[in-house]
Each structure stands twice: as structure tokens, then as C-alpha cells.
């Protein structure tokens, strides 16, 4: 198995998804089976969408 290069990053990861999906209105929980793809891929976007922007706030 591959070593994990920033050990905290996966709890804060989660942290962060389910902050979004609160945000959003999307019931995330321990088991997500209920959910539909369009639902799991906004939360996901959104992240990424936040994720750059902090990177390139970082940039200036």
C-alpha cells in the first residue's frame, strides 16, 4: 500500500465534504448509497470549485 503522504489530509477532506454538503442541502452521512450521482458529483465540484479559488487567492 502506497504511504500517505499528509496523514490529516483524509479527516479534513471529510470535514470539508460534509461542511459543502450541508451547505447545499445534500444528506451526506457514513453511507451515501441513497444518494444520486448528480447529487454526489455537485458536492465534489463544489470542492474543487472552492479548492482553486483558495489556491489562486494563494497566487497574488
Known sequence: MAQK???????????FKNEIAS?????FSE????LTSSQ???V???MVKRMVSQYE???K
Open 5 to 15: 503522504l499528509v496523514p490529516d489530509a483524509k479527516q479534513g477532506l471529510n470535514k
Open 44 to 46: 465534489g465540484g463544489e
Open 57 to 59: 487567492k494563494g497566487l
Open 31 to 34: 453511507y451515501n448509497g441513497n
Open 23 to 27: 451547505e447545499m442541502g445534500v444528506p
Open 40 to 42: 454526489c458529483g455537485s
